[in-house]
């Protein structure tokens, strides 16, 4: 493992036929956005947002993060290499509230892979990734349902979602937020929800 993420404690971790053990990790904005900003820099994480923006840039808006009771940012690792970007919230405490029923139990995730390695894409490889956060978020965090938010022009998220499990929702324009510490531009967004029945049946 990697000395980089060997020391950090795991908030879940998971073992996935096929795949070995995976570690979800809280974020270190100083650590970890020399990573992450490789990622959010390719064309593929345009929806992401944070196209043309430093390796600084993306640093502050994690640390940003890291001071909210509401919002979380997470690695996943496996093997001593991160492989995905996770971040949970709590949706009424998010633009997505404004925008459908929040229920007791819901929880908010936004995710994003790491580039497909030289050997190119594994079979199975994103469910795999999927089953360990959505382990995590309704497991051990003992939430009732996700809701997801992708961009409407995101299609292969939007499939992606579907072929999870995840139930297609409405299409909503999440408001644009411009404070101080955060801009979000609005966005149209393709909703869609997995329940912990759906996902862990009985």
């Known amino acids: 493992m990697s000395d980089q993420y060997a020391a950090r404690t795991a908030v ?3 073992r996935v036929d096929g795949f070995g053990l995976f570690r ?6 100083a650590a970890d956005a020399p990573v992450l900003h ?4 390719e064309e593929r994480a345009e929806f992401w947002g944070m196209v043309g923006l430093t390796v600084s840039q993306v640093e502050e808006i994690y640390a940003h993060m890291d001071t909210l009771d509401t919002h979380h940012a997470f690695l ?6 991160a492989v995905a970007l996770f971040q949970t919230y709590e949706p ?4 997505v509230g404004e925008c459908y029923d929040v229920l007791p139990g819901d929880i908010g995730a936004h995710l994003l892979l790491s580039p497909a390695g030289s050997g190119g894409a594994r079979p199975g490889w994103t469910r795999a990734l999927t089953s360990v956060i959505t382990s995590y978020v309704l497991l051990t965090l003992d939430r009732q349902r996700v809701v997801v938010d992708p961009d409407v022009r995101n ?3 939007v499939a992606l979602f579907g072929r999870l499990g995840f139930e297609k929702g409405p299409e909503v324009v999440l408001p644009e937020i411009d404070l101080p510490d955060v801009y979000l531009p609005e966005k149209k967004a393709r909703l869609a929800f997995l329940t912990r029945a759906v996902a862990f049946p009985a």
Do not use: I, N
């Not at 490789?38 to 820099?41: E, K, P």
């Not at 009424?92 to 633009?95: G, Q």
């Open 92 to 95: 009424e405490a998010d633009r």
């Open 76 to 81: 996943l690792e496996r093997e001593g290499e």
């Open 12 to 14: 879940h971790e998971q």
């Open 155 to 157: 299609a292969k998220a």
């Open 38 to 41: 490789g990622w959010v820099s």
């Open 24 to 29: 979800v990790l809280r974020l270190d904005p």
